[in-house]
């Protein structure tokens, strides 16, 4: 299999409420520095490419 294109389509369209019934308080974050680091930005075709590459497809 070899990936040729990803293309993204919207499903639905709506709102939500978020004054309906009971949430629970939601924890912030307790230690900073816990993200990950992350690479640059890779054009698309790269990705496309390093995907291909890992599947043993090019």
């Keep these: 299999m070899q990936l040729a294109y990803y293309r993204i389509q919207e499903i639905n369209e709506g709102s939500i409420s978020l004054n309906e019934g009971y949430a629970a308080k939601l924890d912030r974050p307790k ?24 599947l043993g497809k090019n």
Excluded: A, Q, Y
């Design 31 to 54: 230690e900073v520095g816990s993200g990950k680091v992350r690479e640059s930005d890779l054009p698309l075709s790269r990705l496309i490419d390093l995907i291909n590459e890992n």
